[in-house]
């Protein structure tokens, strides 16, 4: 069984995700990273990947299904897939599920919930490491990362202006998806404004009763 993550951005999607995949020994597959990895490879889908990102352009939805049934041929059936960030809306949900299903692979899916005045609070108030890129949340008080002691900066794209436009393609684009999910698959709740253990709990919770 995979697992699909669905949360806004300051969910808390990202870190819960990474818990999930090292508990239950599942492969974390995330755009971006992919993305990212395929660009440095040396075959026909990875001088794809690197063309597109090097012209600065968005990904098409035909390329990324590709990457996504590039991963899936490395692993075995037994093997769990946790998508992190896909589908991100509906012409990519209907391809995933499509996919999904010549794969012969079954998935529920979680998200992560949290209200857009949240969201935006924690997404103006957070910092991150200027070294290594670790993200604190306004609750972290020190001045200093706590893994390479590097400075914590407000990041330039964290700015009033450019959250709102985040948010609102969320809202736009991946809530359909949630709501078509919620008709035709298996999609569960977790309130992610509770403490950062509290929601871990839950999903530990939810997740041993889908995996037995
Ligand atoms: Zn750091």
């Known amino acids: 069984m995979d697992i699909v993550l669905f949360?806004?951005?300051g969910s808390g999607k990202g870190t819960q995700g990474k818990i999930i995949a090292d508990k239950y020994q599942m492969r974390i597959f995330e755009t971006g990273a992919e993305l990212r990895r395929l660009a440095k490879e040396d075959s026909s889908l990875g001088k794809k990947v690197k063309n597109l990102i090097e012209a600065g352009q968005?990904?098409?939805n035909e390329i990324v299904m590709e990457i996504i049934e590039n991963f899936s041929k490395d692993f075995n059936k037994n093997e769990k897939v946790l998508f992190d960030?896909?589908?991100r809306k509906m012409e990519q949900?209907?391809?995933?599920d499509k996919l999904m299903k010549?794969?012969?692979?079954?998935?529920?899916?979680?998200?992560m919930d949290i209200s857009e005045k949240e969201a935006y609070r924690r997404l103006t108030t957070r910092r991150i490491c200027e070294e290594c890129k670790s993200v604190y949340p306004s609750t972290y008080e020190k001045e200093k990362c706590e893994k390479c002691q590097?400075?914590?900066?407000?990041r330039q794209d964290d700015?009033?202006?450019s959250i709102k436009v985040r948010l609102d393609s969320y809202y736009k684009?991946?809530?359909p998806v949630i709501e078509y999910y919620e008709k035709t698959a298996k999609l569960y709740k977790i309130n992610g404004e509770q403490k950062i253990d509290k929601v871990n709990n839950e999903i530990i919770e939810l997740l041993d009763k889908i995996f037995t």
Not at 93 to 96: E, I, L, N, R, T
Not at 102 to 111: A, D, G, M, S, T
Not at 150 to 154: H, N
């Open 58 to 60: 968005l990904v098409p």
């Open 7 to 9: 949360g806004i951005q």
């Open 93 to 96: 949900a209907q391809s995933f």
């Open 159 to 161: 700015n009033p202006e």
């Open 85 to 87: 960030g896909i589908p």
């Open 150 to 154: 590097g400075k914590l900066i407000t």
């Open 102 to 111: 010549e794969l012969n692979r079954e998935f529920v899916c979680i998200l």
């Open 173 to 175: 684009e991946t809530m």
